[in-house]
């Protein structure tokens, strides 16, 4: 069985009370539960973890190593600017999806650039809570192996 980890970054825990006009009303417990039902549906096993510490999301993507075939991620203002995370990243070598629920290339000049984008298999971005259901479809998609839009490319490509 196909196995995902969603990480939550920073400020994540309070979705639903944190700027709704621009994140939305959905808390993050209903996150999780969607995505959840949306695994369960898909028939992966799905775990989800949220912190606000750097270090915490490091250990979280260092111990997924072995346990998860992908990971889901919105590193939050960790995108911005965190090598830690990108490198965590690159030393499980676990494919990634980065995830946001605001389009962060509409937002300030700063939130416009990631240090996960270009080390991620794809980045969703702007679809408010439903950027996660996408990023998971996405991440299930890429490792099974099906026809999604980076698959797709690695065949005409390859
Ligand atoms: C965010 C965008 C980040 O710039 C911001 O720091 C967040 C949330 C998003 O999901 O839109 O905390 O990752």
Known sequence: MVRILVLHGPN??????RETERYG?????????QLMSLAKA???????RQSNSEGTLVDHIQDAAGKFDA??????AYTHTSIAIRDAILSVDIPTVEVH???????????RSSFIADIAVGQITGFGSQSYLLGLLGAIGHVQGGENPCSLRTKAEG
């Open 101 to 111: 629920l605001s389009n962060i290339q509409g937002r300030e000049d700063f939130r």
């Open 25 to 33: 009303l959905t808390s993050l417990q209903e996150i999780d539960k």
């Open 71 to 76: 990971i889901v991620i919105n590193p939050a």
């Open 12 to 17: 994540l825990n309070l979705l639903g009370k």
């Open 42 to 48: 898909q028939g992966v096993a799905l775990e989800t």
